[in-house]
Nanobody, 134 residues
Framework: EVQLVESGGGLVQPGGSLRLSCAAS????????MYWVRQAPGKGLELVSA????????YYADSVKGRFTASRDNAKNTVDLQMNSLKPEDTAVYYC???????????????????????????WGQGTQVTVSS
């Protein structure tokens, strides 16, 4: 059974940092692209970051580029999201997501799938709340 468990969320002041972690189990972690997706209050799903199975290729939404960094440890079956210079607009529930299949990914197709299929796309963790507020 695929399991994804996020941790590391919380309340932080603007300009602060948080590190989210996702522990994966039940599948061959090193074979799959992994994603961080967020949903802000009253808004749709946003693909924040994607990281290729080997960790060599990453993607970031324009809204977080230069502030967030994704990494993975295939030996430990974990994927992390380091979030720096946090802004109030980063407030959201952050989800760790596993791609439904092994293989290359087209970024435009991926964004479309997440925005339109939501949790029907791939496998999702339970989410962790990040609140950026003074």
């Amino acid at each position: 059974e695929v399991q994804l468990v996020e941790s590391g969320g919380g309340l932080v002041q603007p300009g602060g940092s948080l590190r989210l972690s996702c522990a994966a189990s039940g599948f061959t972690f090193s074979s799959y692209w992994m994603y961080w997706v967020r949903q802000a209050p009253g808004k749709g799903l946003e693909l924040v970051s994607a990281i290729e199975s080997g960790g060599g290729t990453t993607y970031y939404a324009d809204s977080v580029k230069g502030r967030f960094t994704a990494s993975r440890d295939n030996a430990k079956n974990t994927v992390d999201l380091q979030m720096n210079s946090l802004k109030p607009e980063d407030t959201a529930v952050y989800y760790c997501v596993r791609d439904p299949r092994i293989g290359d990914r087209n970024l435009g197709w991926l964004i479309f799938q997440i925005q339109n299929k939501g949790t029907d796309f791939g496998y999702w963790g339970q989410g962790t709340q990040v609140t950026v507020s003074s």
